[in-house]
């Protein structure tokens, strides 16, 4: 064999040996973790010391009753809040470390979020609502307008360009906040019930699009109570007053099966 040849496979093996590496890091790293909401006269454990790890490129579903504290805990993987007790290190950075503006600017460069109530400004047109993120991340103004197009075509709301978001259906708006999280190509996109408020057909569409960005090695956490939208995750989380009950990724169907039965 040539020299040159077997160089080249010297090559081609450690590229593929980084690549390995690489899908094998932990993107978040949970550890111990508590929030409590204290008020004068109440005290809610909403995390109660949970520790899981997600690595690099998993499409994680999180599912469990309402007041779980899924929202709660996605927040907290967000960045968008810390935790009161224990660890959170994303991407190798110890949240509790960071200033807020640090924070502000991991969340610019990494996460996509779509929110539970879309937080999506009323008067502004969609493609605007769709713009901000990428003004605050500095992207060009031509390439933002050009993005907010192409994901607004995406969710199917081309027809919806030049209408404010208060003059649109829920799962209209929904879908917006969804364009949002995926124009600034987050290399972690957490979904807070994305399709809700969305008629099956077009979260089959959704759920299409967040299977495309997994495949091109994105990761995407998603809260649903919908078993049909968890089935598209590889892996499923469940919460039940502030603790993990199951977590896996071999016997996803049975969860699947356990919590139909629960919604029935
Ligand atoms: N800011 C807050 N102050 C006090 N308690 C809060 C606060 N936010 C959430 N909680 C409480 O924490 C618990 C978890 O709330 P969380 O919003 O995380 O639930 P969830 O699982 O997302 O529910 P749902 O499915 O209804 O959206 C609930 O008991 C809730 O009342
Ligand atoms: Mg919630």
């Known amino acids: 064999m040539a020299v040159w040849v077997e ?18 890091q ?34 994680v579903a999180i599912m469990g009753p309402s007041g779980s504290g899924k929202s709660t805990l996605m927040h907290i993987l967000g960045a968008l809040d810390k935790p009161t007790l224990g660890k959170y290190i ?38 605007k609502n769709v713009m901000l993120p990428m003004a605050y991340a500095g992207i060009d103004p031509k390439e933002r307008e050009i993005r907010a197009i192409e994901y607004l075509n995406l969710v199917g709301l081309s027809d919806r360009l030049k209408h404010t978001t ?14 949002r999280a995926l124009s600034m190509h987050p290399s972690i996109l957490l979904a807070d019930e994305p399709t809700g408020n969305i008629a099956s057909a077009q979260a089959e569409e959704i759920m299409a699009i967040f299977q495309k960005i997994n495949k091109e090695g994105n990761t995407i956490i998603m809260i649903t109570h919908e078993p049909d939208i968890a089935q598209h995750a590889k892996r499923i989380i469940v919460i039940r007053d502030g603790k993990i009950v199951t977590d896996s990724s071999d016997h996803k169907q049975k969860i699947i099966n356990d919590q139909k039965n629960e919604i029935n």
């Open 7 to 24: 160089e080249l496979w010297v090559v081609v093996l450690f590229v593929q040996l980084v690549d390995k590496i690489m899908k094998n």
């Open 26 to 59: 932990s993107i978040i790293t949970v550890k111990d973790l508590s929030k409590i909401y204290k008020t004068d006269v109440l005290e809610t454990i909403a995390l109660d010391n949970i520790s899981f790890e997600i690595k690099k490129g998993e499409f």
């Open 166 to 179: 208060n003059q649109l259906s829920g799962g209209q708006q929904q879908r917006v906040a969804i364009a």
């Open 90 to 127: 994303l991407d190798g950075e110890n949240v509790e470390n960071l200033d807020d503006d640090q924070l502000a600017d991991i969340r610019n460069r990494k996460i996509g979020f779509v929110f539970q109530a879309y937080n999506l400004l009323p008067r502004t047109t969609t493609v």
